[in-house]
């Protein structure tokens, strides 16, 4: 697929030029209004396609973009919805509202260089479905599969499950990741390993089957599979971690994650993932303009909106 102008439909074009040009709430009446040519019933037909969303991210942007080496991230967001009856919406704790609140939740794993931010694969969490550490785990067998190969993998201590260190492990990864102070480490709690403020060890945490190295940093506490890496190490890699953060300020704020009202699971889908191919096609003609994500699309606010997706073509120049 060499050409990705050439894939798209005149609508799901058109719902790409919407995300893209204007800062807007992303109903499909919102983005028809922006795109004269296209009606409300034409756009919202491009969110119920029988379309591999999660296939042609991986064909169209991020082969294109990951290398050997890097980081894999993976992490979890969450934003309030009012629907009560939209799949998909349930309780979920809202970290800048610091409370329980009805809302979606996503997990994303994201590929980075400290560059390039490059959204790999996404998951709905659902109440009464997988957890989200089951989430992750399908989202890296699915990155595995596609032959990624990550210098580490970085998460909080939500994910340091055993069940997920083990599948990183087994794939002869290496993870990084904080962990909890109350995990045993051969039978003893870690916080009760060192009474002074920093410190280093091996050993072995329950249900995980190889060695770990687990280093303290105040009150912080790191885990990691790569037993040869110096404290310092640890901590400079381990703080790339903060891209997934920015990625997530940028889809919520910039490219419509957060303000779309769609009620089905398959609609949510598709907005999600159009959301992340309209950031990796931002992204690219931004960093061959040599500026950031927010000044490259804050100046498209000024230009009248187009019938094609030129940033098509400059994605595949940058790439």
Avoid at 36 to 62: E, G, T
Avoid at 86 to 94: H, Q, R
Avoid at 134 to 146: G, K, N, P
Avoid at 223 to 241: C, F, G, P, S
């Amino acid at each position: 697929m060499n050409n990705i102008q050439h894939q798209l439909t005149p609508a799901f074009s058109a719902y790409l030029i919407g995300l893209i040009y204007r800062n807007t709430r992303t109903s499909c009446l919102s983005l028809a209004s922006l795109c004269a040519h296209f009606s409300h019933d034409s756009l919202r037909r491009v969110l119920y396609l029988r379309f591999a969303w999660s296939r042609r991210l991986w064909d169209w942007f991020a082969s294109k973009l990951v290398r050997e080496g890097g980081c894999l991230i993976i992490d979890d967001t969450s934003w309030q919805r009012w629907a009560k009856k939209a799949a998909g919406v349930g309780l979920v704790w809202e970290s800048s509202a610091s409370r329980v609140v009805r809302g979606m939740q996503v997990v994303l794993l994201l590929w980075t260089d400290g560059h390039w931010k490059v959204p790999i694969g996404i998951r709905i969490w659902r109440q009464g479905g997988p957890s989200k550490v089951a989430l992750a785990e399908a989202l890296l067998r699915q990155a595995e599969r596609r032959g990624v190969c990550p210098e580490s993998v970085l998460f909080d201590s939500w994910y340091a499950a055993s069940s997920l260190l083990n599948l990183i492990e087994r794939f002869d990864w290496r993870y990084i990741a904080r962990i909890k102070s109350n995990r045993l480490l051969d039978g003893v709690a870690i916080r009760k390993k060192w009474p002074h403020r920093f410190g280093r060890t091996t050993g072995w945490l329950r249900k995980v089957k190889h060695e770990v190295l687990i280093v303290k940093d105040g009150r912080r506490y790191f885990v990691t599979n790569a037993t040869d890496l110096a404290a310092a190490e640890i901590k400079r890699r381990y703080r790339t971690r903060q891209q997934i953060e920015e990625t997530f300020r940028l889809l919520k704020q910039e490219f419509g994650w957060s303000a779309a009202s769609h009620q089905k699971l398959q609609a949510q889908q598709a907005h999600l993932h159009l959301g992340l191919y309209a950031l990796c096609l931002v992204q690219a003609a931004a960093y061959r303009q040599q500026r950031t994500i927010y000044e490259f699309r804050h100046s498209l606010f000024r230009l009248p909106i187009p019938d094609q997706l030129s940033l098509a073509d400059e994605f595949l120049l940058a790439a």
